[in-house]
């Protein structure tokens, strides 16, 4: 990720474009598809999946959306 993608949040937090902070210690928002996962099964994002992985995500695409996700 290029340093133009990245931005200072209102806690002073030096964050990506999707609000994950840049220093790589944790994943909280989903960044799917740049992260490369397969869209709902493998995220690793603490608040879960976005609901535009879960759509694509074939084993996921007609169950209920899970609760704490980011569109």
Request: aromatic residues 6%; proline residues 6%.
């Amino acid at each position: 990720m290029s340093a133009k993608e990245t931005y200072i949040d209102e806690d002073g937090v030096e964050v990506d474009k999707y609000g994950n902070p840049v220093s790589g210690d944790e994943i909280i928002y989903c960044c799917f598809p740049d992260c490369g996962c397969d869209g709902a099964r493998l995220c690793m994002a603490s608040k879960g999946p976005s609901r535009t992985a879960q759509m694509v995500n074939l084993e996921r695409r007609n169950l209920p959306m899970l609760t704490g996700e980011r569109s």
